[in-house]
């Protein structure tokens, strides 16, 4: 089974946490948001539903094709204020949807950035893109170097409508350049009677980065007034490498 299934079933784990933060960002922001990354719009579409008008891009046709289906069957208003699109997060140009109130990348988009250097080009493509004084939030995540031993851990499980459920292991590994954590998704379905019906793996790239340089890179591309957050539920950095980083910024003149 493809990566279809998988990225089904990486929404089922991801929480709600990161759709509240954002969809608090985006009600203080204004009524234009852009979602790098946008996946099957597992944000876009909670956003979209409170009137902010979506334009949503990524370089997967597989999610942006279930991205679609979701949102032609949405209803209330989101098919209409929702616009998917293909695109590179780290170098696009979507001039003709004007600036954006806000712009954001969720789930550790930007961890797919392979260098400091990558990252600062999409940086400066989202400045393209964002008004003066607009907002620009995103997370990222850190694997602690404790589990970069490449054992399968259970990662959780997910009740499914059919009364089945599923469940997931991941493992990470080191990758060859510093920074590249290898992460190996295994998602394997039961039914409702507990028999296996169904396994998916995923391996994927993540490149690591330094809170320093994430610092540097955002005020180098001209964002400013940087809240860092170690988590989605407003929790301070203690400025170390966390699991998780929050950023929220605004776009300078
Ligand atoms: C973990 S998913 C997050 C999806 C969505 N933002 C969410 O929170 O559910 C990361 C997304 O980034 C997209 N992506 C990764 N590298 C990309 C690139 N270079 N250009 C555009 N999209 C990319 C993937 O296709 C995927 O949809």
Redesign the pocket.
Known sequence: MGRRWA?EY??LF?GDD?VTFYSAVSRKAGPTAL??????????IPIARTGTRVVG????ME?LNIAHGKVTSAGGGVTSRMRLLF????D?SLSREGKFDLAY?????YN??RSTAELAHAVACVRDHVRVGGTFSFDLVNVGDELLDGMPRLDGVAPMEDGGEVVRHLAWRKGRKRGDVECHATYERFDARGRSVERVAEREMFHMFEPTEVAEVLQLGGFEDVNRFSDLKGGRSAGRKDDMAVYLCNRGP
């Open positions: 990225a990486h929404d991801a990161d979602d790098i990354g946008v996946g099957t719009a597992r944000l876009a891009i990524d370089s997967s999610l695109g590179d997060i780290r696009f990348a969720a789930a550790g988009a797919r950035c």
